[in-house]
């Protein structure tokens, strides 16, 4: 089935510094990918899209400046939360949407397997 | 602006019973339907994706679409406790992007 990997899995970091997290499509191509975040006991949030070779596209109320979406290739895309703070310590999810040939998984999303983040 | 809505719960159904989750959608122009289970402190995982109306079925998992009624459910027959978790009910929007429900907890006791 269709792997979608994010590294690291496990981030503790002083307030302040920036974080970089990556997701990658193992094997299939993704010209969009999205990073979601997770709070204690609530849904998933949407915070961008990230597609490939173009800027992303924010949701409302997220800082741009503060989570930094890179697309550089058809498998990868990284955010960087920026001089972070305790308030930004929560559970990162991308998705990578595969667009192959195969029907049965022609626009679907598969998700990582997340990343906590912990600013102290 | 296009919600999808899901009872929260919890659903709790015995071991060995059939666990119904329903969910709606407000966007009748939608045409791709996801349903995924999430454990917790664990990323979501698909368990099944329906794009036409009616019946689609994957093991002890079936999902129902009725694009009249902008209603789609997930049955999952022979509930073990493993099946214990979150599931979330998304509609594809018109970006790609999946639009969530806010999820069932459904509890499966031994």
């Known amino acids: 089935g269709a792997v979608v990997s994010q590294h690291p899995s496990w981030v503790i970091c002083k307030s302040g510094t920036s974080v970089k997290i990556e997701c990658r499509s193992l094997?299939?191509?993704?010209?969009?990918m999205f990073w979601y975040r997770q709070f204690p006991k609530q849904s998933l949030m949407l915070m961008a899209t990230?597609?490939?070779?173009?800027?992303?596209?924010?949701e409302q109320g997220v800082e741009k400046d503060k989570f930094l979406i890179n697309h550089a290739s058809l498998t990868l895309s990284t955010l960087t939360v920026t001089s972070a703070h305790p308030e930004d310590s929560s559970f990162y999810i991308c998705?990578?949407?595969?667009?192959?040939?195969?029907?049965?998984?022609?626009?679907?999303?598969?998700f990582g397997p997340g990343t906590r983040l912990l600013v102290l | 602006q296009k919600e999808v809505e899901q009872n929260s719960g919890p659903l709790s159904v015995p071991e060995g019973a059939i666990a119904s989750l329903n969910c709606t959608y407000s966007d009748r122009g939608s045409q791709s339907f996801f349903w995924y289970r999430q454990y917790s402190g664990k990323s979501p995982e698909l368990i099944m994706s329906?794009?036409?109306?009616g019946d689609k079925e994957d093991g002890r998992f079936t999902a129902q679409l009725n694009k009249a009624s902008q209603y789609v459910s997930l049955l999952i027959r022979d509930s073990q406790p493993s099946d214990s978790a979150t599931y979330l009910c998304a509609v594809m929007g018109s970006q790609g992007n999946l639009i969530f429900g806010k999820g069932t907890k459904l509890s499966v006791k031994p």
């Open positions: 329906i794009y036409s109306n």
């Open positions: 094997d299939f191509q993704a010209t969009t």
């Open positions: 990230s597609n490939e070779g173009s800027k992303a596209t924010y």
């Open positions: 998705s990578a949407r595969d667009l192959g040939p195969t029907s049965g998984r022609r626009g679907t999303q598969y």
